[in-house]
């Protein structure tokens, strides 16, 4: 099982614990001492409200990828 596998297996874990379900999809990377992890599906109650207005879709975006 690959570091990428394990990590993946280990934020889907704490997003199920914390959120109530996790994502549908995850792709981690390395680079450095940083994990860089992105997710699909199943947003929360607080990102599907953020999202409506394009503008928020934006900081949503950033506050996720940032």
């Known amino acids: 099982m690959t570091i990428e596998h394990q990590f ?7 997003r199920k614990e914390c959120v ?3 994502p549908r999809e995850i792709t ?6 940083w994990a860089i ?5 199943n ?3 607080l990102m599907c409200n953020a ?4 503008w ?3 900081v949503l975006h950033f506050g ?3």
């Open 64 to 66: 996720c990828t940032c």
């Open 8 to 14: 993946n297996m280990l934020v889907r874990e704490i």
């Open 28 to 33: 981690t990377r390395f680079a450095g001492p």
């Open 43 to 45: 947003l929360t109650t």
């Open 37 to 41: 992890s992105e997710m699909k599906g």
């Open 56 to 58: 928020r879709r934006y």
């Open 20 to 22: 109530g379900n996790g």
């Open 51 to 54: 999202s409506v207005a394009h």
